[in-house]
């Protein structure tokens, strides 16, 4: 075996200018392969993080009758948590309503939190600072769908327990900038006691955020869910944009091993003679087949090493600087950062590197298998098999 | 001395396909060649010269008969067991020399040594002495492309010295030589015959190889026309 990479070296850095162009594109596709599930693995790391700090905290306790999925179950879908059942816990209340900027309706889901909580990034200490007697937090995205700005007051109607409407100017205290569409489009958030006084729903919440020193316990009418389980529907958001992306990178993938396959074919008719010439100074046809499959797997292995000159400049550049996602991306429903920030993880570029060397070896195997077949004669005369 | 039969051809015959039907190349050969032979054989184009040392080189075997090299009945062995025997015992040297294009002059002798797993010092050692006998140690680090006709087939000479065969099998030498270069390599050759007793089997029309050789088989249309000892007095040892 030593002999065969000895040889395949030998044979690939003489054979000059063939190699270097299957290696280049190979390498190109190697690093683009990187690239591409680099940054959907920074994009879901990014997401994760991002979802977990906003919204899910470390897990959720949910109202029995409320499915966050469906809107019409809000109406009956809270109910009161004594304190001691909201320990380690920040509970929200959420309501439908309605604010009227510049004289339009905008029907919005108005959110209760306490202004004291740190489980979440929302900016909430802003309640606090604000002497507004309804303040109110939005995101940047409500806030630029609304023309809204920090500082403006703006009508809001909702609804009490018994469903009667009700109205009132509340202030915006605060825009905040977040990554995570699912507490900015369409959302309010005010603090939990005005919302609880507004409503008459003291004590009540719709569900309530976890944090790390809460300890999961069965609370009657109430459902825990796990982080995890939280996670799962943006993990198969996930799940679905690299598959939908693989298939770029395998066509990619799929034309640089074209081109060893091509490589490969033109090399066991065009070298008859050297095969001839192999088999003739002692070589079995099985060495011969073994030599030209590690040429092969060696364009991959060339590919690597050409891939991590200008490879690890630009992926590290990528990783440290990010990419930055245009405008529209939150549009996506997930939480989408300006700039993502591509992920290598070892496991990546160990999954990578085999899924080229193997698939470069396969490739490079097909041909060769022919050499098995060949009469020596006729390969010594160069005779076309 | 000529005591050891190396290489015994029995009744041997060759045909091959052609179209529908079959081209008889070689037809009841009976030959024997042994130990320190320094044999050709001569015969018009398409007489089967080459057909019949690829059969003593286990390249292909025969159609019908028995062909023993070394003991070893062709027709039985395997692909493994007949490039064994072409590694450890038999060395080619073609028309077109057949040199490694990629590997400079050293690596191309040095290739034969490599597929015995020869340790690297005496690989070096045993190189050197080839090119030293063929004297080309100063082109060690050329490509075959920068070698001239007469150097590139004493690069072939040397590589299939290299490993000491038993037998050595030339197939047209001289055929893309000039007749400087072709009394040059049998020059060598024939010294090599001497020092080693290597036995040497030539494929050659050519006069000027003929000139050198002790023993002619002449062949024509597959057949054994004469069997021709030319050195009696060597033979008779």
Redesign the interface.
């Known amino acids: 075996m030593k002999?065969a990479f000895?040889?395949a070296y030998?044979?690939l850095?003489?054979?000059g200018l063939r190699t270097w162009l299957n290696v280049g594109v190979l390498a190109f596709s190697f690093i683009i392969i990187l690239f591409y599930n680099g940054l959907i693995d920074g994009w879901d790391e990014q997401a994760r993080r991002d979802t977990i700090a906003w919204e899910y905290g470390h897990g959720q306790l949910l109202h029995e009758k409320y499915d966050p999925y469906d809107p019409f179950t809000l109406d009956d879908g809270h109910g009161p948590l004594s304190k001691e059942q909201r320990k380690n816990l920040v509970p929200i209340l959420i309501r439908q309503a309605a604010i009227y900027p510049q004289g339009r309706m905008f029907s919005v889901m108005l959110k209760g939190v306490q202004s004291d909580q740190t489980t979440l990034e929302l900016p909430t200490d802003a309640f606090g600072e604000s002497d507004a007697a309804l303040p109110i937090i939005m995101g940047s995205q409500m806030a630029d769908a609304a023309k809204l700005k920090e500082g403006d007051e703006v009508t809001l109607r909702w609804r009490d327990k018994h469903g009667t409407f009700d109205a009132a100017a509340v202030t915006v205290v605060k825009v905040f900038k977040t990554n995570v569409p699912t507490v900015d489009n369409g959302q309010i958030w005010m603090p939990i006691e005005k919302l609880w006084e507004m409503t008459g729903l003291t004590d009540h919440a719709t569900l309530c955020v976890a944090n790390e020193a809460f300890e999961s316990k069965e609370v009657a009418g109430w459902t825990f869910a796990a982080q995890e389980s939280l996670l799962k529907t943006l993990n198969d958001i996930i799940a679905t944009k690299k598959a939908s992306g693989s298939i770029m990178y395998l066509l990619l993938l799929a034309i640089a091993l074209l081109a060893i396959f091509d490589t490969q074919v033109l090399s066991v008719f065009r070298r008859q003679?050297?095969i001839?010439?192999y088999?003739?100074?002692?070589?079995?046809?099985?060495?011969v087949v073994g030599l030209f499959t590690v040429e092969g797997s060696m364009y991959s292995v060339f590919a690597m090493v050409i891939g991590c000159v200008f490879g690890i400049p630009f992926l590290s550049y990528l990783a440290h600087t990010g990419i930055p996602m245009h405008s529209g991306s939150q549009d996506m429903g997930i939480a989408v950062a300006e700039r993502i920030f591509p992920v290598f993880g070892l496991q990546l570029i160990v999954g990578t590197v085999l899924l080229v060397v193997i698939s470069a070896t396969i490739v490079s195997f097909l041909p060769a298998r022919k050499i098995a077949k060949m009469?020596?004669?006729d390969a010594?005369k160069g005779k076309l098999v | 001395m000529h005591t050891d039969t190396l290489i015994s051809l029995n009744n041997v015959t060759k045909r091959f396909p052609v179209g529908e039907g079959e081209f008889t190349a070689l037809s009841g050969i009976n030959l024997s060649f042994k130990a320190g032979e320094f044999a050709g054989l001569v015969g018009p184009s398409g007489s089967g010269k080459t057909t019949l040392l690829n059969i003593i080189g286990s390249l292909d075997s025969p159609t019908e008969g028995e062909a023993v090299v070394l003991g070893k009945r062709i027709s039985e062995l395997s692909h493994k067991e007949s490039a064994m025997l072409r590694n450890k015992h038999i060395g080619f040297i073609f028309q077109v020399y057949n040199l490694l294009p990629v590997y400079t002059v050293y690596e191309n002798v040095e290739f034969a040594l490599l597929l015995q797993n020869v340790p690297a010092a005496e690989r070096k050692k045993a190189v050197m002495d080839a090119l030293e006998w063929v004297g080309l140690a100063g082109l060690a680090n050329k490509r075959p492309d920068k070698l001239s006709g007469g150097e590139g087939q004493r690069v072939a000479i040397a590589r299939a010295m290299v490993k000491r065969p038993q037998i050595l099998l030339a197939d047209e030498p001289s055929a893309n030589l000039d007749a400087e270069n072709t009394y040059a390599i049998l020059e060598t050759m024939k010294q090599l015959n001497k020092e080693l007793n290597t036995t040497f089997l030539f494929s050659t029309h050519d006069e000027k190889v003929m000139k050198y050789l002790d023993r002619i088989v002449h062949l024509r249309d597959g057949k054994v026309e004469s069997d021709e000892i030319i050195d009696p007095e060597k033979y008779s040892l």
């Open positions: 002999l000895q040889l030998k044979n850095v003489g054979a003679k050297e001839g010439t088999i003739a100074l002692g070589m079995t046809r099985t060495q009469n020596p004669v010594l």
